[in-house]
């Protein structure tokens, strides 16, 4: 296995309480601090939806409850892998109904994204 790239995102959902859209926003943080510049023209790899791993780990208080297939969206290339654990946080925030809140607690995920050369 050759992984060059680990990143690290944590994501929030102030209001709704959903762990999948925590993760959603934790996945996309990591994302967005890395690029794959050079895949194609430096290591040789013509199609990085085949030569591309990408394993995902997130951590959030209820895993069972996270949607994988929203979680793969927001990957734009590689074979993906998507595991939950139990972490995050669960914390005290706002009742707000009008924001769709079930309770006053707030989900925070982290999420590590792992890329390697298949």
Known sequence: MNR?????GMGVDFHGQDV???AEKA????VSKSCLCGLEEVVGINDLNKGVGV???IAVARPAE??????????PVGQKT?????GGMTVPGLFI???GDKD???????ACVEVEIL
């Open 4 to 8: 060059f790239i680990i990143e690290f």
């Open 20 to 22: 999948t859209r925590a």
């Open 66 to 75: 996270v949607d994988l297939e929203r979680i793969k969206k927001c990957l």
């Open 104 to 110: 006053s607690s707030i989900e925070a995920a982290l």
């Open 55 to 57: 394993n995902v780990t």
């Open 27 to 30: 996945v996309l943080d990591a």
């Open 82 to 86: 998507i595991k939950t654990i139990e």
């Open 97 to 99: 109904p009008d924001f």
